[in-house]
């Protein structure tokens, strides 16, 4: 393929090995960022005396506005395409990250949270906007290997506040840093990310209509996904601790809990979690291209249905743990996969669906978040993982959408 490629109008737009490089950049910055705002979380109670209420609504806030995030890069794509909706949302992220990071007053920081939001949502649907219009270029599913350098970004910049958290105003910097990283790609982007434009002219008539039913099935697969996510991220390590300070060992090992405690531990489930989405996304693309689409949602589906009912009805630290890796196979695949088809529905208007069906993203994170704790005050937090394993059986029904 060539490195350049022109448009009907003739101007020369950016090589799509460029445009591939500035769209997985995009996605690095938006892993950055989120991970640097909710592992900042403590930095945030410790400056305003927050209590761990005030800092679960300071999440809900991100969720919500990202939401009006989401159809702010709707509303830009279709004027003037999905590229000025991705510098905007990163630009967006960029002012809020800094923001947040010095000691602004309690008011203003909440309006630079409410702000991240909605970066965080233009961004969200904007790069997959930008990563479908660079895989139709190459011709093959590229949406995995872009979800991948958003998963590695994410776990370096956890890592990272992890390490510098206790320095003297390591927190500060990291978020800064993510603040800076979206502003680089930004900047990147104005010559990089793809210029071409999937949507509706405004007040034109006689374009084809949405696809409003595959708009609901990928929106359901996407709606499911992080449902599941969210449930893991929030729910598992609280899980595994409790389960671990039940028991004097694991599975059968004693563990010597003066070196290596229950708190110490807990956290694992989450790391092979989010690792099984890291090695899934990898080779995703790739096993797309071998057994199709439709295929390996159903494999990596049945996966997570697995590990969810594993970690539901098998009380074994070690089941536990390999069932949020299986849940993390599925998680992985079933994201990209699930744009990459809403992206197919109608090229032309593409970044359109593709901004309605990022919507179902943040409620299944809401759901995820907060459901699985209601309910495990009537029939305790093991059996809440069934939820998602619910939600996700219709995924089932739902498999020639991906081959379409």
Known sequence: MSDTTVSTAGIALAPPRRSRLAVAASYAAQGAAYAAIVTALPVFKDRYGLDDLVASGLILIVVITAALGSLLADWIAVR???????????????????????????????????????????VDAS??????????????????????????????????????????????????????????VAIWGVGSFDRDRAAREPRTKGSVKLPTSGIMIFGFVIFAAFTLDSTVSTWSTVYLGGLLEGDASFDGFTVPWGVLGAAAIAPLGYAVYQLAILVTRLVTDRLSRRWGAPGVAMITAAAAIVGCVSVAMIGSPIAVILGFALAGVGVGALVPLAFSGAGRLVPARSDEVIARVNLFNYAGAVIGGVVPGILSEGVGLGLVFLLPAIVLVPIVAMLRWFAR
């Open 127 to 184: 790069s997959a906007m930008q990563g479908v219009l660079v895989q139709r270029k190459y011709g093959r599913q590229l949406l995995g290997s872009f979800f991948a350098c958003y998963t590695v970004a994410a776990m370096l910049t956890a890592l990272a506040m992890s390490l510098s958290i206790s320095i003297a105003l390591g927190g500060t910097i990291a978020l800064i840093a993510a603040g800076l990283l979206a502003a680089i």
């Open 80 to 122: 003037w395409g999905s590229r000025v909706a991705l510098i905007t949302g990163l630009a967006i992220e960029a002012v809020a990250l800094i923001t947040a990071a010095t000691p602004v007053p309690l008011p203003i920081f909440i309006a630079a949270i409410a702000l991240f939001g909605i970066g965080l949502g233009s």
